[in-house]
């Protein structure tokens, strides 16, 4: 079992410095000028929309003991936190938007969800909150007025200081690196505390409470990255994401590029191969490692569930790795988190095999069923590259057609990537395209139009409902085919089944 400890794993370091670059690559290594602070902690300089709010820098205190009143707690960003938080010795309750209605995975760490929003939820504690609350809350401003409000970043960073980390983010994928990391380290006996954004098969929900290394996905939408160092910092791409919060993306990129720089310098940045983050890991203080430089991996062979993917070490070592998931750019996603187990000590023989451990994330590219002879796979689709990456793998296992049932998230998401979406979705054979999701809880200053999805012509079926949708692409898929469910919205997860009952 590989030892993980704080202060950072300086021997995972000297393991890939000496043995592999000979001790001193300065090509690899990028020092901060003198003077220069190893951890940057500043809040994005540029708002988000008026109707959001980022709470300033807040450092918690060690959490052993701690009080914490989480507002939106039923979240995917807060709901996972909390139960790490707990994990750690905090004393942990909340309240949220939606009520006291409970959550499994709340009600199995035992934490109480109260109903409504009150100042009295407050008293003593610590307060965190995300940016997706408003700011007018009676437990948010009060807590802003007694210097006890906290950004989940915030909390996020107290979780990372406490463990050996890996901090996986970029505007896709980085669920599934994250993942894999995390169940090649379960795999292999160092019993990782994981922090996904999505339920894993491995672990039966979005986190996995044990006493190794810390493995999370880190956001990126709203700046508050900035404030958070990881030992091992993963960036798998980085496109112009989440309109709705209304910042650039120079504005992201910049706070991606502080993330970065975070990284200590015995630690290490790995680097997607897009071309455009190299220049975000300029100021990095650590070893920066770039696929498609540094190390690679290949797509060896395909199956319908999976597929080999070839890595090629840092010394030129190649591992054939059998892995039992799908995802848009998965060979990508392999080899970073190959070199991110490399990178706090597993050896390339330990990772190549650990890394075979995953055995499925919700709703990222799914495989959910068969029936009559069709697969029906269920993906969270959330931005126009990665599902063209995902129809793109899908393609390769499929000798038939292949039939899409698209839901929107947001209007913001359409009027913003209108033709962008039509591009990437006329690479199906046919199309059924359901409403933009009505139930978001950001107003909708501009709609977009009904037909937005005309352009698609003969492949464009329009349904009202999820069950009409089944209705259509069971009736029109046939032996030989792909029908591919795709939307971010948590509860699309339902259709799949329902157009396996109708196959």
């Known amino acids: 079992m590989t030892e993980h400890r704080k202060p950072n794993a300086a021997s995972a370091a000297v393991l890939l410095d000496s043995t592999i670059h000979g001790g001193n690559d300065a090509s690899r290594r990028n020092t901060a000028a003198p003077g220069e602070p190893g951890l940057v902690c500043d809040a994005p300089t540029v708002p988000l929309r008026d109707d959001m709010f980022v709470p300033p820098v807040n450092p918690l205190p060690p959490l052993d003991g701690l009080q914490l009143h989480m507002v939106g707690i039923r979240g995917r960003g807060l709901r996972p936190l909390a139960i790490v938080a707990r994990h750690l010795g905090a004393q ?93 380290l379960f795999q292999h006996g160092d019993d990782p505390l994981a922090i996904i954004g999505a339920p894993v098969r491995n672990f039966g929900g979005s986190v996995q409470l044990g006493s190794g290394p810390l493995v999370a996905e880190v956001d990126d939408s709203d700046g508050s990255l900035s404030r958070i160092s990881a030992d091992v910092g993963v960036l798998t791409n980085s496109w112009f994401d989440h309109p709705i919060f209304g910042r650039s993306l120079t504005e992201n990129r910049r706070d991606i590029s502080v993330f970065l720089e975070n990284t200590p310098i015995d630690g290490h940045v790995i680097l997607g191969r897009q071309k455009e983050l190299r220049p975000m890991a300029r100021r990095a203080q650590a070893t920066v490692l770039v696929l498609g430089r540094d190390f690679e991996g290949r797509t060896h062979s395909v199956s319908r569930s999976g597929e080999v993917v070839e890595v090629t070490d840092l010394d030129g070592s190649c591992f054939d790795i059998e892995v039992n998931i799908l995802a848009g750019n998965l060979a990508d996603d392999v080899a970073m988190a190959f070199m991110a187990l490399r990178s706090i000590g597993l050896s390339g023989e330990q990772a190549a095999v650990a890394l075979s451990a995953l055995t499925g994330i919700s709703r990222r590219v799914e495989l959910v069923g068969e029936a009559a002879g ?11 590259e990665s599902l063209s990456a995902v129809i793109r793998e899908i393609r390769k296992r499929t000798s038939g057609r292949l039939h899409v049932v698209f839901e929107p998230f947001l209007h913001a998401d359409l009027l913003r990537w209108r033709t962008r979406w039509i591009e990437v979705l006329a690479q199906a054979d046919s199309v059924i395209v359901l409403p933009v999701e009505l139930r978001q809880s950001f107003p909708v200053p501009r709609r977009a139009p009904l037909d937005w999805a005309a352009a698609l012509a003969e492949r464009l079926i329009n349904a009202e409902t999820r069950l009409e949708a089944a209705d259509v692409v069971s009736q029109i898929a046939r032996s030989g085919d792909s029908v591919l469910i795709a939307g971010c919205v948590d509860d699309l997860d339902e259709v799949a089944p329902w157009v396996l009952e109708r196959l």
Do not use: F
């Open 374 to 384: 069709v697969c029906v796979y269920d993906d969270l689709g959330k931005h126009p």
């Open 92 to 184: 942990i309750d909340g309240c949220d938007l939606y009520g006291d209605i409970a959550h499994p995975e709340l009600v199995a760490a035992g934490i109480t969800v109260g109903a409504g929003h009150a100042v009295e939820h407050v008293g003593g504690r610590h307060v965190v909150t995300s940016s997706a609350v408003p700011r007018e809350l009676p437990e948010v401003a009060a807590a802003l007025a007694a210097g006890r409000l906290h950004h989940r970043a915030d909390l996020l960073a107290a979780v990372m200081a406490a463990r050996v980390s890996v901090g996986v983010t970029g505007s896709h994928g980085k669920g599934t690196v994250a993942a894999l990391i995390a169940a090649a």
